[in-house]
Structures are given as structure tokens and as C-alpha cells.
């Protein structure tokens, strides 16, 4: 499933792929189930979207200067995509992106998507300047050295996060203010 949101997007948000009872269904990632509220309600308080859910495609959800997409574009089984099945995504990871060429920060929702925005870079640089991979962790903010140059890391908002106090409001959006300081600083 292709991402959505602003092509003028500075802010580029990575998840896993699409939800199997909520994007499967609906036709829009982060839409149409818990996840995507909690994602939209942090959004919205950041100035990213216009509402703070994500009911259906026809919602009138609109997104401003921000772009989302996800690195597997089928639901996965048991929301574990193989590696085989992330690298075969890559090329529409890859297109995407190229349409989004004002991209300032990306935020990676979970490990899945940050590791796998990682592979994305790592594709892109000649063998000798791929340095280490670095750790994913909540709030973690990695100097890119191609593409955007900002990645900030955060736990994804599954229920399995939200329900047990993992990922919280007021985490998300913290991670949300430091992408748009950096948006706002960069212009």
C-alpha cells in the first residue's frame, strides 16, 4: 500500500506496514484503528494534521508537511515482516522517496521502520561509507549522511505500546515538537 499525506512534506514517518485490521481494510496506513488515532492525535497537536483521528480514507484527514509510508507495503503475519520481504518493498520505498525531495527529518515508528529506512540509506552509499548501524530507541536522533539529514526514533503506536504506558502521549508527541524544531530551524 502507498504512503500518503503533503508532497511538499519536510517530515517523512516510517512504520512498519499496513495494519491488517485498520489500512487493510480502510486503503490508508494509520487509519481506521486505535494506532492510527494515537499517531494522528500527536500529529495534529504538532500542527502535522488537520484532525486527531483517522477513521477512513473519505475522513477529510489531511496531513501538512508531513508524508507517511511504510517500509513493507502488505500486512506481514503476526506484524513481522522477513527481511526478504522488506528488501522487495525497497524499490517502492525507494520511489516514493524520490518524490519527496524537501524531506528534512524522518521519523522512524518502531524498529522495523527504522531499521528498515537504514537498509533504504545503506542501498544508496558506496561499500566504503556505510558505518555502523546504529540502535534504535525512543527519542534517539542519528546525523544521516545522505537524504534527509535527521532521523529521530520512536516507539510505534501499537496497542501493544499504548495499552501498557510503553509509548505514551506525551512521548509521541515530544518526538513530534524535536521534528519540527529541526523543520522550523532549517528554513
Given at each position: 500500500m502507498?504512503?500518503?499525506?503533503?508532497?511538499?512534506?519536510?517530515?517523512?514517518?516510517?512504520?512498519?506496514?499496513p495494519?491488517?485490521?485498520?489500512a487493510n481494510?480502510?486503503g490508508?496506513?494509520?487509519t481506521g484503528?486505535?494506532?492510527g488515532?494515537f499517531?494522528?492525535?500527536?500529529?495534529?497537536r504538532?500542527?502535522?494534521a488537520?484532525?486527531?483521528?483517522?477513521?477512513s480514507?473519505?475522513?477529510?484527514l489531511a496531513?501538512d508537511?508531513?508524508?507517511?509510508?511504510?517500509?513493507?507495503?502488505c500486512?506481514?503475519?503476526d506484524?513481522k515482516?522477513?527481511?526478504v520481504e522488506i528488501?522487495?518493498?525497497?524499490?517502492h520505498l525507494?520511489?516514493?522517496?524520490?518524490a519527496?525531495?524537501?524531506?528534512?527529518?524522518?521519523v522512524?515508528?518502531g524498529?522495523i521502520?527504522?531499521?528498515?529506512?537504514?537498509a533504504?540509506?545503506a542501498?544508496l552509499?558506496?561499500a566504503?561509507?556505510?558505518?555502523?548501524?546504529?540502535?534504535?530507541a525512543?527519542?534517539?536522533?542519528?546525523?544521516?549522511p545522505?537524504?534527509?539529514p535527521v532521523?529521530?526514533g520512536?516507539y510505534?503506536?501499537?496497542?501493544q505500546n499504548?495499552?501498557?504506558?510503553k509509548?505514551t502521549p506525551?512521548m509521541?508527541e515530544?518526538v513530534?515538537r524535536r521534528?519540527r524544531?529541526i523543520?522550523?530551524?532549517?528554513?
Amino acid at each position: 500500500m502507498a504512503g500518503f499525506g503533503d508532497p511538499r512534506a519536510r517530515l517523512l514517518l516510517v512504520g512498519l506496514a499496513p495494519a491488517a485490521h485498520g489500512a487493510n481494510r480502510t486503503g490508508r496506513v494509520f487509519t481506521g484503528d486505535g494506532s492510527g488515532d494515537f499517531l494522528m492525535s500527536a500529529l495534529q497537536r504538532n500542527g502535522f494534521a488537520n484532525i486527531g483521528t483517522s477513521r477512513s480514507i473519505d475522513d477529510g484527514l489531511a496531513l501538512d508537511d508531513a508524508y507517511i509510508l511504510s517500509v513493507v507495503r502488505c500486512a506481514p503475519p503476526d506484524n513481522k515482516p522477513l527481511p526478504v520481504e522488506i528488501a522487495r518493498c525497497r524499490p517502492h520505498l525507494t520511489a516514493e522517496l524520490a518524490a519527496l525531495p524537501r524531506l528534512r527529518v524522518v521519523v522512524a515508528l518502531g524498529k522495523i521502520g527504522f531499521d528498515g529506512y537504514l537498509a533504504h540509506l545503506a542501498a544508496l552509499l558506496p561499500a566504503g561509507r556505510v558505518r555502523p548501524r546504529p540502535a534504535f530507541a525512543h527519542g534517539c536522533e542519528v546525523a544521516l549522511p545522505v537524504g534527509p539529514p535527521v532521523l529521530l526514533g520512536a516507539y510505534h503506536p501499537s496497542r501493544q505500546n499504548t495499552n501498557t504506558g510503553k509509548l505514551t502521549p506525551a512521548m509521541l508527541e515530544s518526538v513530534f515538537r524535536r521534528a519540527r524544531t529541526i523543520i522550523d530551524s532549517t528554513d
